[in-house]
């Protein structure tokens, strides 16, 4: 059963055409890896789904609601996590606050505590830090947390890997692995070993198109596809 | 060499926590000379007054700078979140003061504006049923859609010929026995009287259903308008019940406005005078919140545009209120608690604070206990009550991260244009209450709000536009720096090679602040508290 379905979407950012028939399908429950290059469109993909780049045409369906009119607060209300790519940490909130933030009803981030420090032990140290004191590191924690703090059906994640040590990457990989036991993932990730090993399915975004979708496992083997549209 | 190692080694935590100072202040070095700088400035000046005066001078400083920082603060708080720079602040002070005046001279005409307004917002909150209506026009061919125009001018015009007919008891701005101005010294004098009710016009039912009616039919006009985004929503029981809570509000209103009148007029000054900073400041918030819905929102995307717009509705402001108040500018009698004289006068200490006189004397100044105390007191509270909102609750938290990235405070599923409205209505209220606390001491111009809004920004600029406390300090920069201006222009600086002592008159006043501002921009280009640009 498929949780989030894109079909044909165009995005317009100013005069700029930057989707031009995006279609994708997540089931529900898996991870799936969303690949292309370096200005492709896989972030304003998220953007879109998420209503802040809105959708010109085609349809965004999240569990069976036409979400592409839908203010992005109401669309993110309806369960879905954003971990951009640039972590967006508030730099006034401490940490606790960055997390507290993401409430949507109260006592959300206290009923979530053991999941998230289960996950990122770091964190609970650093709780009453303010957010830009933290490093890359702890900062791509604290936002992947942030999403977690209210029930999302979907985990929105851009870029988890970037700028990491890959001893923390290996972290974000396990946690990102653990978390999928209860929550659908959308990822967007450059890292293609990363991205191999997390996600079960795959969508190819090229120059604002979805070129190519299927099954991880196939795409591994396809040496002439990764060469041609992640340029590896 | 050794000793210093082995306190290193035992005390660690505040070894760290000096390093920690060592480091703040590395990085604040430029900051901390330009207050050393401050201070100094500040003491040389003082050096020239003689001790029971300056005690004064500075009290007046912080009193000058208290109203300054309630426009300041609203102004950045309204930058700060949304970029936007509302050059109507000024107005909305202004405006505040002309209201506060109202409600605390004339009562009774407050009442007979606010009943028809009332009803005319009540099918405001009929919206999501007005859409429906709004989307059928929208749909038709372009020629038909100018429909949209003759419901606004239609309703409106409705609205306007009904609150003609509606039985208004106002002043003449054109006879002088009620004008404002001699209402003002009514009020000193104790001999105000509320006005005769006037015949009626219709009765009040017709009024009512006509505006209600103008109202619906401007509310349909303005559905009609394409907003992103909304989607068709039902009419909820919320809804209905704000509907029917301003017509009964309006109706009660109505039905008891002679007794209320009565009442109002019986109470005492003080009481009648801290009615009006609230409600003043109420009218001022709705007001902030409706032009940030109506003329900011479908703007944000173009600066230059909500400057232009902000600007037009200052200057709307003023001729308004020009056409309503009249030309001359007036005075606000001040409220008894702060007026008193005679035995007992000037009291002593704090406690003169609650005496009732005009003045006390503390540390050997005479102070007033209207400008000096009670306004002191009032920005004081102001700045510990919006630090604890921005700090303590989770709008304040919503604030503070959509300063950065309302973006992302969006994706969070937070409505943040909901918080963009609460926080131009705060900011409004600000500016509003700051304008009813400076009338009684200032008196009322339709200009008073351009001279502060400026003297605001140039405070901001000090303190740093990016920063709430940084208004706070900018505006008391600015307060003390005049006041010691004025202060030496009555007793004149001793310079070398003068052989009279340099007094500053008093164009250096204002010229002063422009002046610190200056020189601390040199040093810090982003004010005292502000972060550069990222």
Known sequence: MSLLQLNDVHTFIEQFHILEGVSLDVPEGSIVALLGRNGAGKTTTLKTILGLTPARSGSVVFEDTDIKDMRSFDIAAMGIGYVPEHRAIFADLSVEENLRIAERKRGDLDRKEELIFGLFPDLRRLIHLPGTSLSGGQQQMLAVARALVPDNRLLQIDEPSEGLAPVLIEQMMEAIARLSDTTTVLLVEQNFIVASRLGQSYVIIEEGRSVQSGNMSDLVDDQETIQRYLGV | ?534
């Open chain 2, 1 to 534: 060499m050794t000793d210093s190692k082995q306190i290193d080694q035992i005390e660690s935590p505040s070894r760290s926590r000096n390093r920690r100072i060592a480091d703040v202040l590395k990085r604040n070095r430029a900051r901390a000379s330009v207050v050393a700088f401050l201070v100094f400035l500040f003491a040389a000046g003082m050096a020239g007054i003689e001790p029971s005066k300056w005690f004064s001078t500075v009290m007046q400083g912080l009193s000058v700078g208290a109203l300054v920082f309630l426009v300041a603060s609203g102004f950045q708080l309204i930058f700060g979140l949304m970029d936007v720079l509302n050059l109507a602040h000024g107005e909305i002070f202004m405006l505040g003061a002309y209201v506060g005046w109202t409600i605390y001279t004339r009562f009774d005409t407050f009442i007979d504006v606010l009943i028809p307004l009332l009803v005319v917002s009540a099918p405001f909150a009929l919206m999501p049923l007005w859409r429906r209506y709004g989307a059928r026009i929208s749909g038709l061919a372009r020629w038909a859609r100018t429909a949209t125009w003759g419901l606004i001018v239609s309703g409106a015009a409705l609205v306007v010929i009904a609150i003609t007919k509606f039985p208004l008891v106002i002043w003449d701005p054109d006879n002088y026995a009620s004008t404002p101005v001699n209402m003002s010294v009514q009020v000193d004098l104790g001999t105000l009287a509320p006005l005769p009710a006037e015949s009626f016009g219709w009765p009040w039912v017709v009024s009512f259903l006509l505006l209600f009616l103008g109202g619906t039919v401007v509310a349909v006009g303005l559905s009609a308008f394409r907003r992103q985004g909304i989607q068709p929503a039902p009419v909820t029981t919320r809804n209905l019940a704000t509907v029917a809570g301003l017509l009964v509000a309006a109706l009660v209103l109505y039905l008891v406005k002679g007794s209320l009148n009565d009442w109002v007029f019986g109470l005492s000054t003080t009481w009648r005078f801290f009615m009006a900073v609230v409600v003043s400041a109420m009218v001022g918030a709705a007001l902030g919140a409706l032009i940030e819905i109506a003329l900011i929102r479908p703007l944000y995307d173009r600066p230059i545009y909500t400057l232009m717009i902000t600007l037009g509705v200052g200057f709307v402001i003023i001729e308004m209120v020009r056409e309503v108040w009249g030309r001359p500018s007036f005075s606000m009698a001040r409220p008894a608690a702060f007026n008193g004289s005679g035995e007992g006068c000037p009291a002593e200490g704090i406690g003169g604070f609650f005496s009732g006189c005009a003045t006390f004397v503390m540390f050997g100044s005479r102070l007033r206990v209207y400008n000096e105390g009670f306004i002191v007191l009032m920005g004081i509270l102001v700045l510990v009550g919006v630090t604890l909102l921005l700090k303590k609750t989770r709008i304040g938290m919503t604030i503070r991260a959509g300063v950065q990235d309302p973006e992302m405070v969006e994706a969070l599923g937070i409505n943040v244009r909901r918080v963009f409205t609460q926080v131009f209505a705060l900011g409004s209220g600000l500016a509003a209450m700051g304008g009813v606390l400076a009338a009684p001491s200032i008196g009322l111009s339709a200009e008073m709000g351009a001279t502060f809004l400026l003297t605001a920004i140039v405070a901001l600029a000090i303190g740093g536009l990016t920063s709430f406390p940084g208004a706070a300090a900018g505006a008391l920069l600015i307060g003390l720096i005049q006041q010691v201006i004025i202060r030496l222009g009555q007793t004149g600086i001793d310079l070398p090679f003068l052989s009279e002592p340099f007094k500053p008159s008093p164009t250096l006043v204002p010229a002063a602040s422009i002046i610190l501002m200056v020189v601390i921009l040199l040093i810090l280009p982003s004010g005292l508290f502000g972060r550069g640009e990222r």
